[in-house]
């Protein structure tokens, strides 16, 4: 079979931009010869594709310094679009070699570069996150594999800054250390306590007929997972309101007929995408309203649908009024989908064969 590199993801595949991130490969030789590997690197790198006729602007591609030749290192050979963010090029092995049967692992770790998009994959633009591993045998062009990665971002006053590193020691030999930076904790600590942050909101809900009803929301910023919850309240007598249709990426539909007051409640599903804004792409969320009204009081309804069930019977049976004069309103109401704690997301770790 030859050299074979199994690179494992640790974790669930679920970061935050700051957050570091490692995996450990295995390299084997299951071949009867002698293998030498020239060299094996690694890289994190955000890879931005859109559609062609699509102009973005304030984005550059990377451009290559080198000459692309079969033993180069490329992560990004052949991937549609351009690069966004990248770190750099970890080598990982140079001129190892294995006996037929013999094993090494390594381990790779590093930072995701912060201040970019989180992973989005949309109709126009889409935003992937990638580990690529390379390596090539002595004699053999190269060859890699990627690893996707979900990246979570948190909003610009509670950005993530790479750790910090001590001064160079001149000796290329020895890896720099890094000081203890607490930004990272204490983004997840600033991003629990906004989407914790309660502000009772309330919207007068108006018609051309006249006041509707009141919606309250308990705050405008939902984590990843949440539950988007409000209360309507219907006291106006004037404008009747017949079904209300509450959508974000869930749908509450009720009928609420002769009801003074009802609630709603819409999950926020956990592998949709946050808001955020950069460049030239903004994604914001919204909850849309559809309110089927008629200008008939309740009143009016109610005693006309009544009728008795049989001759001298004290039951009433009751019926929808037909017809009934009515009209459709909406609205949108924006509101803000904050990432929730990478430990509370899912996502199937990757065991991937070079």
């Not at 969320?285 to 109610?302: A, C, G, Y």
């Amino acid at each position: 079979m030859g050299l074979v590199v199994k690179v494992e993801l640790q974790g669930n595949g679920v970061y935050l931009a700051g957050e570091r991130v490692s995996c450990t490969i295995t390299l084997t030789n299951d071949g009867i010869s002698t293998k030498t590997i020239a060299w094996m690197g690694a890289q994190l790198h955000c890879q931005c594709s859109h559609r062609r006729d699509l102009k973005l602007s304030g984005t550059t591609a990377t451009i290559l310094s080198s000459p692309v030749t079969d033993t180069t290192f490329v992560p990004n050979r052949d991937e549609p679009g351009m690069t966004l963010a990248s770190t750099p090029t970890v080598v990982l092995v140079c001129n190892l070699t294995l006996q037929p049967q013999e094993n090494r692992t390594v381990l790779y770790s590093d930072t995701i570069p912060a201040g970019g998009p989180p992973s989005f994959a949309g109709h126009l633009v889409q935003y992937k996150y990638k580990m690529t591993v390379g390596a090539q045998e002595l004699g053999f062009p190269t060859r890699s594999v990627r690893i996707p990665l979900r990246v979570l971002t948190a909003p610009e006053s509670l950005t993530c800054h790479t750790p910090v590193q001590s001064p160079p020691t001149g000796n290329p030999y020895l890896s720099p250390k890094e000081q203890q930076n607490p930004t990272l904790e204490e983004a997840l600590h600033m991003l629990t306590t906004e989407a914790s942050r309660r502000a009772s909101m309330s919207y007068t809900l108006k018609s051309t007929y006249g006041v509707l009803g009141r919606l309250s929301l308990f705050k405008s910023s939902y984590k990843l997972g949440e539950d988007i919850i409000g209360s309507f309240e219907f006291s106006c007598d004037a404008v009747t309101c017949l079904q209300p249709n509450c959508t974000a990426h869930a749908h509450h539909i009720e009928c609420c007929h002769n009801t003074k007051q009802t609630h709603f409640a819409l999950p926020v599903p956990q592998n949709v995408t946050q808001s955020f804004k950069i460049h030239a792409v903004k994604l914001q969320w919204q909850l849309h309203f559809e309110f089927v009204i008629t200008k008939q009081p309740p009143r009016e309804l109610v005693k006309a649908s009544v009728t008795p069930c049989l001759a001298g019977s004290k039951a009433n049976l009751w019926q929808g009024l037909q017809p009934v004069a009515m009209e459709s309103m909406t609205w949108n109401l924006p509101v803000t989908i904050l990432p929730t704690l990478p430990l509370h997301q899912t996502h199937k770790p990757h065991t991937l064969v070079l």
